[in-house]
């Protein structure tokens, strides 16, 4: 696709991100519908609902041949089947709930599979980070980030693999100053791109990465399975967010 055309996406993108921040904050004080999923912690509330509707209903408006993959109502379309647009409306919903803190809207663009346009909003600091899968900006900054030595480092983990220590995280754990848990994929992967964490290990779906992984690429990290393969973008899977320079300190205990 030409330059012109997706600059065009990604600034719908942006905005339409925006949009949903000033949205989420603007009924932050309502009293939330809140339902259960698979379990009792995995939730979903009335504003996931409606910041999901509007902004597929705007992508339907503005380029009506593009295809969706989103977390609520089965949204589905296969990644690698031309455009398609990739919609988590709240990231961190249980944060949302209990701590109206550390959530995000995140929304990513990918045609046959090659990711292109990646947004991530932090809504309660406004801060927006976006790129195109070779620059990343956080609002008008234009990024710049080298990873440090993992044992000068965080790591942001899940915190179930944590304990189970789920391919050697616990182990690698141990290599580095210590671990963090934030509650969202989407701020732990915009606290990577602050230079706060070194990496991310979880358990995750295809709308929790699709973005983070456009967004930390200009770095020289990758974003895949735990063995290195590639993710599928389909069901839920064990991931990693690591710079790529490091694979051989990490295969020491990552398996
Ligand atoms: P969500 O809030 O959009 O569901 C921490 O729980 C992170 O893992 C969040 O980014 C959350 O995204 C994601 N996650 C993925 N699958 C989940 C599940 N079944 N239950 C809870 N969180 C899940
Ligand atoms: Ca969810
Ligand atoms: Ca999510
Ligand atoms: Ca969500």
New binding site residues.
């Given amino acids: 696709m030409n330059d012109n055309l997706l600059n065009i996406k990604l600034e719908f993108a942006k905005t339409a991100v925006k949009m949903a921040g000033e949205f989420l904050k603007s009924h932050l004080h309502d009293e939330l519908e809140i339902t259960e999923?698979s379990r009792f912690d995995?939730?979903?509330t009335n504003l996931?609902k409606a910041v999901q509707n509007q902004i597929v209903s705007k992508i339907g408006e503005r380029f009506p041949k593009d295809f969706i993959l989103a977390?609520?109502d089965g949204v589905r379309h296969d990644i690698s089947d031309g455009n398609v647009w990739v919609l988590?409306p709240?990231?961190g919903?249980t944060n949302f709930i209990v701590q109206r803190d550390h959530f995000a809207v995140m929304l990513a663009y990918y045609e046959n599979g090659v990711g292109k346009i990646g947004v991530i909003l932090d809504v309660m600091t406004d801060n927006l980070y976006w790129g195109n899968g070779a620059e990343t900006f956080k609002n008008e900054i234009k990024l710049s980030l080298v990873a440090r030595p993992l044992r000068q480092s965080l790591i942001g983990v899940n915190s179930y693999m944590y304990r189970t220590n789920a391919g050697g995280l616990l182990d690698l754990s141990r290599e580095s100053l210590g671990v963090r848990m934030l509650g969202s994929a989407g701020i732990e992967f915009v606290a990577i791109l602050d230079g706060k964490i070194w990496g991310y290990f979880s358990n995750l779906s295809p709308w929790d990465y699709a973005a983070g992984a456009i967004l930390l690429a200009p770095f020289g990290y990758v974003t895949t399975q735990l063995d290195g393969s590639a993710l599928d973008f389909d069901g839920r899977q064990m991931m990693m967010t690591v710079p790529e320079g490091q694979l051989s300190e990490i295969r020491k205990f990552i398996k």
């Fill in positions: 999923k995995d939730l979903v996931d977390e609520e988590d709240i990231d919903t």
